[in-house]
């Protein structure tokens, strides 16, 4: 599908603002995938084009990130093979049910994502609180053990199925099940976020359609986002990104509603 020069550049945006904010919490989809369907794709070739277009972001956000992924090999090894494992069952979920399954579980995937974003702080509360609670009982598992396994396992396969504030999961399952700071944790999440987004990438490249110039546009602004964010995002004030990642997702709830 041919896209206009303002298209084209509305999806570069996209792509921009996603792997900024996927750096730094997560549900850039929120973003891009409203933008797409806005330029006429259909709901299932709009999120395959974008999963692949997100993959650069992703890398660009866990490089970015390479300084507190440091003596965290054998975590990212772990909990990246279970993000493989989910991300790829999502992917196949997403190309094995009908169209129209997926037309209806959208929108309630999305309100999910923004309950997820607007509930951000209150979960970081309760994560520090946990810590704080810990402190005092004993430490936990250095790798979150089987409990943090499957709940990473289900979260992944929700990535790879359509993926909007699969890093405001992670971020929240790793901060409550792992004694380590959340930059350290926000590393990690870029990695599995990178892993879940490739697998499924080289997945949809057989099996489903995708629109190459969505693909490429946002692959382009989301490893530039990646970067921005990795720098720069935490000076960003948090409010003003969920304020936005919500009025986005309003705008493709409504969308997708009207179709």
């Known amino acids: 599908m041919a896209l206009s020069i303002w298209e084209a550049l509305a999806v570069l945006a996209a792509g921009v603002g996603a792997g900024t904010i996927n750096t730094i919490v997560g549900s850039g989809t929120l973003i891009t995938f409203p933008v797409l369907l806005a330029t006429g794709l259909p709901p299932i070739t709009a999120n395959v084009s974008n999963s692949l277009g997100l993959v650069p972001g992703s890398v660009s956000g866990?490089?970015?990130?390479?300084?507190?992924?440091?003596?965290?090999?054998r975590r990212a090894l772990q909990l990246g093979l279970t993000a493989l494992v989910g991300g790829l069952t999502g992917a196949v979920l997403?190309?094995?049910?009908?169209?129209?399954?997926?037309?209806?579980?959208?929108?309630?995937?999305?309100?999910?994502?923004?309950?997820?974003?607007?509930?951000?702080?209150?979960?970081?509360?309760?994560?520090?609180?946990?810590?704080?609670?810990?402190?005092?009982?004993?430490?936990?598992?250095?790798?979150?053990?089987?409990?943090?396994?499957?709940?990473?396992?289900?979260?992944?396969?929700?990535?790879?199925?359509?993926?909007?504030?699969?890093?405001?999961?992670?971020?929240?399952?790793?901060g409550l099940l792992l004694d380590d700071s959340l930059q350290r944790v926000n590393a990690v999440k870029n990695v599995l976020g990178a892993i879940v987004n490739g697998v499924a990438a080289c997945f949809f490249l057989f099996v489903a359609d995708f629109d190459w110039t969505a693909v490429l546009l946002i692959a382009a602004g989301s490893a530039l986002g990646g970067q921005i964010g990795a720098r720069v995002g935490r000076r960003l004030p948090p409010a003003a990104l969920r304020g936005v990642i919500v009025a986005v997702g309003v705008i493709a709830i409504v969308q997708l509603l009207l179709r």
């Open 62 to 73: 866990a490089i970015g990130y390479r300084a507190e992924l440091r003596g965290q090999g």
């Open 94 to 174: 997403l190309v094995a049910l009908p169209s129209s399954a997926f037309d209806a579980i959208v929108p309630v995937l999305i309100a999910l994502a923004l309950v997820l974003v607007l509930l951000q702080p209150r979960l970081a509360r309760a994560v520090q609180r946990h810590r704080e609670k810990k402190g005092n009982t004993g430490g936990t598992h250095p790798h979150g053990g089987p409990v943090l396994l499957v709940a990473l396992l289900l979260a992944s396969v929700y990535g790879g199925y359509f993926g909007a504030a699969q890093g405001v999961l992670y971020l929240a399952l790793m």
